[in-house]
T-cell receptor
Framework: DGGITQSPKYLFRKEGQNVTLSCEQN?????MYWYRQDPGQGLRLIYY???????QKGDIAEGYSVSREKKESFPLTVTSAQKNPTAFYLC????????????FGQGTRLTVV | QKEVEQNSGPLSVPEGAIASLNCTYS??????FFWYRQYSGKSPELIMF????GDKEDGRFTAQLNKASQYVSLLIRDSQPSDSATYLC????????????FGKGTRLHILP
């Protein structure tokens, strides 16, 4: 089955902890994206990567970090510097960044306790 | 700042009627246009894409694109309660340095 897999589906974090959200795709897509969605709000871009070993900040990168060591994987770390991390996190991928459509994983709901 | 604008709604439409969702975009270089449906608590799923001016039909869905006026719309015929969701418009250019940009979405409610 080809697709994008995010894990875990639900994640609880204590204040001051770093947590890492996993995103894996087997679609052979070059581009990958991380979005944050708050209740009743649209998607806000955190980071994106157009190719392996390269990534760029999106609109709300502060308090987050990523890596793209493999084409298939684009993990997102939510650091303790992110003051309000409770949100729904969505990973997406597209064949390339040249106008092709993006496909989403099922999302990770992160809650700070 | 490149923007994609949508009316947040909610848009209420009687079951069986046509639902019309609209989206405008600011970047004249935009080349690819997408509509995603997002049910509450779920991730967005792609339902339509359009690249050329005019209409594109797929089942009960029709996407309409007017590049001169910089708007794209989605028509849903014979609306069903299962169509109740948030619809996200997304736009991309063919510039490698650009990235896909999403609107905030329109909430659609189909009245039984």
């Amino acid at each position: 089955d080809g697709g994008i897999t995010q894990s875990p589906k639900y994640l609880f974090r204590k204040e001051g902890q770093n947590v890492t959200l996993s995103c894996e795709q087997n679609l052979n897509h070059d581009a990958m994206y991380w979005y944050r969605q708050d209740p009743g709000q649209g998607l806000r871009l955190i980071y994106y990567s157009q190719i392996v070993n390269d990534f760029q900040k999106g609109d709300i990168a502060e308090g987050y970090s990523v890596s793209r060591e493999k084409k298939e994987s684009f993990p997102l770390t939510v650091t303790s510097a992110q003051k309000n991390p409770t949100a729904f996190y969505l990973c997406a991928s597209s064949l390339d960044s040249l106008g092709t459509e993006a496909f989403f994983g099922q999302g990770t709901r992160l809650t700070v306790v | 700042q490149k923007e994609v604008e949508q009316n947040s709604g909610p848009l209420s439409v009687p079951e069986g009627a046509i639902a019309s969702l609209n989206c405008t975009y600011s970047d004249r270089g935009s080349q690819s246009f997408f509509w995603y449906r997002q049910y509450s608590g779920k991730s967005p799923e792609l339902i339509m894409f359009i690249y050329s001016n005019g209409d594109k039909e797929d089942g009960r869905f029709t996407a309409q694109l007017n590049k001169a006026s910089q708007y794209v719309s989605l028509l849903i015929r014979d609306s069903q309660p299962s169509d109740s969701a948030t619809y996200l418009c997304a736009v991309n250019s063919d510039n490698r340095d650009d990235k896909i940009i999403f609107g905030k979405g329109t909430r659609l409610h189909i009245l039984p």
